[in-house]
Nanobody
């Protein structure tokens, strides 16, 4: 059973930074971050597969960095230059298929964390 537990969310002023963490019980072939703002669909932010290939959504490019530390069983999302439009609940997600990382389709991810709130004002 795969468990994902996010932490690191909070409130920050525009231009600030946050680092989200996702503790996992076992790394999967695809791991990613999604976010969902009120009234909007869940959208992909960044993903990394088991060979280290990384993709970013256009909204995250140049500002966010996804990484993993397998010694700590943790997935990270470093977020810099935050904007009010980054305000959302952020979710860690994982799937056993590496190909899942090639799509932003949330329905393809089988494992989800409970989310951590990020508020940018």
């Amino acid at each position: 059973h795969v468990q994902l537990v996010e932490s690191g969310g909070g409130s920050v002023q525009a231009g600030g930074s946050l680092r989200l963490s996702c503790r996992y019980t076992a790394i999967r072939r695809c791991m990613g971050w999604f976010r969902q703002a009120p009234g909007k669909e869940r959208e992909g932010v960044a993903a990394i597969n088991s060979v280290g290939t990384i993709i970013y959504a256009d909204s995250a490019k140049g500002r966010f960095t996804i990484s993993t530390d397998n010694t700590k069983n943790t997935l990270y999302l470093q977020m810099n230059s935050l904007r009010p439009e980054d305000t959302a609940m952020y979710y860690c997600a994982a799937d056993d298929r590496a190909a899942t990382c090639g799509t932003w389709r949330a329905t393809m991810y089988n494992y989800w964390g409970q989310g951590t709130q990020v508020t940018v004002s």
